[in-house]
């Protein structure tokens, strides 16, 4: 009948002392830490560099062999404590670096590796494992024109090195397959955007001032229609009690006035918020604010009409009331066009055309009006 071996258990009290992550009670009677530590007290920096190198290179060999990330983690602390010995021989000191990125190489930890490849090379540039490391580093970190700028440098060394010479193919292989790729979405990108940068230019062209938005008509934006005609949504706001009427489609040579008398219409249904009937169409002042926002260029704008608007114009900003773009209230004759409207001296849109409803003969007009900002 077989018996299953039970898995070793890895403590201090059964490791060889130089794999101890700590000392166990009784470390002074284990005879190869006392050799250790004898040897250690006695050796150079140089010397002491190069005992921290050899049990490095066993605990890669044990990490590798018993695949264990215990040991690989070991040699890359034990390389490391090589490295701090303050050792004077350059090509030593490359080899504890270029061995502990093999072991980061193992262990994933990609940037790392790539460090101490570059440490190993710069310090003996003859080092060849040092390129080899730093190259699959790069490659895996998707760096291809750096991993076979890495390969070069390596060739110069050794142009028959073969492996250098296959990794040199895969990156260069790899970076020209990523350009194509990078090519493919730029060119999905500016596809994407054409309509969109095409519409900034027509309003721009036509000399609209187009700010970043204060409100919205869900994702509705400005277009331009088959007879080149622009279409804006608008936005009527009764700031006495902040309710609003929105408008998806506005052609530029509409007359506010007409929508107005469609808005209150005898047939009209009442507003359910105007209890005392002050907003009869006979009475209605319809405002705009000038100078509401900071005119977006050419590309912030194309970019707002074709994905969000951007948030780098000091989003909390608020109109100011001084200085000589002051905001203030601007009463609108309803019998022109939008497009004359909008054209007026100062009328920044603020995303999208707003305009503030008040009725007149009202205190809350007066109020209104002395104040040269609206709530938003």
């Known amino acids: 009948m077989d018996h299953a071996q039970p898995e070793a258990q890895y403590t201090s009290e059964n490791l060889p002392a130089a794999f101890w992550d700590e000392y166990p009670d009784n470390a002074e009677n284990h005879a190869d830490y006392a050799a250790i530590n004898a040897i250690l007290e006695e050796s150079t920096p140089d010397e002491r560099a190069e005992t921290y190198k050899g049990q490095g290179n066993d605990a890669l060999k044990r990490g590798l062999q018993l695949k264990k990330k215990f040991y690989l983690r070991e040699a890359v602390t034990l390389y490391t404590k090589g490295l701090e010995m303050g050792s004077s021989l350059p090509s030593l000191l490359s080899i504890l670096h270029s061995n502990r990125a093999q072991a980061h190489l193992i262990l994933e930890n990609f940037r790392s590796a790539l460090e101490d490849s570059q440490e190993a090379t710069q310090l003996d540039p003859g080092n060849l494992k040092g390129y080899y490391r730093g190259a699959r580093a790069a490659i895996k970190l998707q760096q291809y024109e750096r991993a076979a700028e890495i390969c070069s440098t390596g060739l110069k060394v050794d142009r028959n090195a073969s492996e250098l010479q296959q990794l040199r ?22 596809a ?10 027509e309003l721009l062209q036509r000399q609209y001032q187009v700010g970043r938005p204060q409100l919205a008509v869900g994702n509705h934006k400005p277009y331009v229609d088959e007879a080149g005609l622009v279409h804006w949504p608008l936005l009527f706001v009764y700031p006495e009690t902040m309710q609003m009427d929105a408008m998806e489609d506005a052609s530029e040579l509409d007359s506010l006035g007409d929508r107005l008398d469609a808005m209150f219409s005898p047939d009209a249904p009442p507003l359910e918020w105007d209890r005392d009937h002050e907003y009869t169409r006979e009475r209605l002042e319809v405002y705009y604010l000038s100078h509401a926002a900071e005119a977006l260029t050419f590309g912030e704008l194309a970019e707002a009409l074709h994905s969000g608007w951007p948030k780098s114009k000091d989003e909390d900003a608020m109109p100011s009331p001084y200085g000589k773009h002051a905001a203030n209230w601007v009463r609108v004759n309803d019998e022109h066009t939008l497009q004359t409207i909008l054209h007026e001296p100062g009328h920044v849109i603020p995303g999208i055309p707003v305009f503030f409803v008040v009725a007149s003969g009202t205190r809350y007009r007066d109020a209104f009006l002395s104040e040269n900002r609206p709530l938003m």
């Open 169 to 190: 193919t895969q990156a260069e292989a790899k970076s020209q397959a990523t350009a194509v790729i990078r090519q493919r979405e730029a060119a999905r990108a500016m």
């Open 192 to 201: 994407e955007r054409a309509p969109a940068k095409k519409l900034a230019s």
